[in-house]
């Protein structure tokens, strides 16, 4: 039985023509189920708790990476099936997936390749599939409670990613969905009337622990959320099992 | 060896604006260009660039050291030191290459010793017994 999350923001009319295309192509193709959609005066989570216990085995999320990322977080088992079907903008996770946009992402669907991945968690509660960013000025990075690293430079940036398709992903050997954590710090020297140099360092770890002695904003890229030090970043033993398109980037 | 372009099987990158302290125990390769401060391990091979400072002791398979070390090193295969490189330790390896130029302020010791060759077992009293042998069959 499948199960369709749609967020909030499709509610807009210029997502109507699409939504309704999706929908036939859905029923054609023999995939259509209960459709369900994000408020913020719903309690989702427990209505769809209630329906997972009753069965439902797949659920599609119907928005984008934001979208995403709030249905793991709301979901208490995470031995399901996922499908996105991506609409609107920041669609990263379906890009990196090779799940095309709109009615094309029906046919990914009921194709059903299935991909386990990895996902990060903050603080033992928070989920999130792909990296956060955040600046170095001050702040402490314990690795597997063995290592500290100090960043000198304040200007640097400190990335921190289960999977990461940054502008380092070119330059250096990230392992994506590998069950580490990618520790990505960009460091960038200026001088006057010269070209800037960027250098990265790169760490693979299985637990970081982030304090600073000052209120850090951290990015969670997925969802655009800003979380506060201290904080102890890993990667879960479970998987995501996401239906995933044949031109993926990740393997 | 670790050689240019080599860093798709790299694991760590440690980079000039960095600083690590502590135990640091990897299963790949190394590339310091910052500061470390601890023990370094790993089952694979180490390079240490010139801008770097290393003071702790080193633990790995291959190592190309072009900055400065001060504490040991423990290769298992080869050491090669490039003209930049400085080391205040002791160093322990079964292959060593030094450029002209390198420093060393600290004890070497080779490693391999399947090559070593046997001391032939001549000792005085198995002489005075063959030159006997030999002066009882000339008697008889």
């Not at chain 1, 710090?185 to 693979?204: A, M």
């Not at chain 2, 060896?1 to 000039?16: C, F, N, Q, R, V």
């Amino acid at each position: 039985m499948y199960y369709y999350i749609y967020d909030n923001f499709l509610t807009e009319k210029k997502y109507q023509g699409i939504i309704s295309k999706i929908e036939s192509r859905l029923t054609d193709l023999g995939i259509n189920g209960k459709i369900i959609r994000m408020s913020t005066f719903k309690n989702l989570s427990k209505t769809l708790n209630e329906d997972i216990a009753k069965g439902v085995k797949t659920i599609v999320v119907v928005g984008n990476d934001r979208t995403l990322n709030q249905l793991i977080n709301l979901i208490d088992n995470l031995n399901l099936t996922i499908g996105l079907i991506p609409l609107g903008p920041d669609n990263n996770i379906a890009k990196l997936m090779g799940i095309p946009e709109g009615e094309a992402a029906c046919d990914v669907l009921s194709s059903r390749i299935i991909q386990s991945l990895h996902l990060g968690l903050i603080n033992k509660k928070y989920f999130f599939i792909t990296y956060l960013e955040l600046p170095s000025d001050n702040v402490f990075l314990n690795c597997d409670e063995n290592y500290f690293i100090n960043v000198s430079d304040y200007h640097d940036v400190i990335s921190i990613s289960n999977i990461f398709w940054g502008e380092a992903a070119d330059k250096i050997p990230l392992s994506n969905n590998s069950g580490y954590i990618n520790l990505i710090i960009k460091h960038t020297k200026k001088r006057l009337f010269q070209v800037k140099k960027e250098n990265f360092s790169y760490f693979k770890t299985k637990t970081i622990e982030l304090t600073s002695d000052r209120s850090v904003p951290i990015l969670l890229i997925d969802e655009k959320r800003i979380i506060k030090t201290p904080v102890i970043i890993s990667i879960t033993r479970t998987k995501l099992n996401l239906i995933v398109g044949k031109k993926r980037f990740i393997s | 060896m670790l050689k240019e372009g080599s860093g798709h099987e790299t694991d760590t990158i440690i980079g000039p604006s960095v600083k690590v302290e502590g135990d640091f125990v990897t299963e790949g390769n190394i590339i310091v260009e910052g500061t470390i401060c601890g023990t370094i391990k790993t089952s694979q091979n180490i390079k240490v660039g010139p801008s770097s400072k290393i003071f702790a002791n080193i633990w790995a398979d291959n190592a190309l050291v072009a900055g400065e070390i001060q504490g040991n090193l423990n290769i298992a295969n080869k050491l090669e030191l490039t003209a930049s490189a400085k080391i205040f330790g002791d160093i322990k390896t079964a292959v060593l290459s030094i450029a002209s130029g390198a420093t060393i302020n600290g004890k070497c010791q080779m490693t391999d010793n399947k090559n070593k060759s046997v001391r032939p077992e001549f000792s005085k009293q198995k002489k005075l017994e063959l030159k006997n042998q030999n002066e009882v069959e000339k008697t008889a």
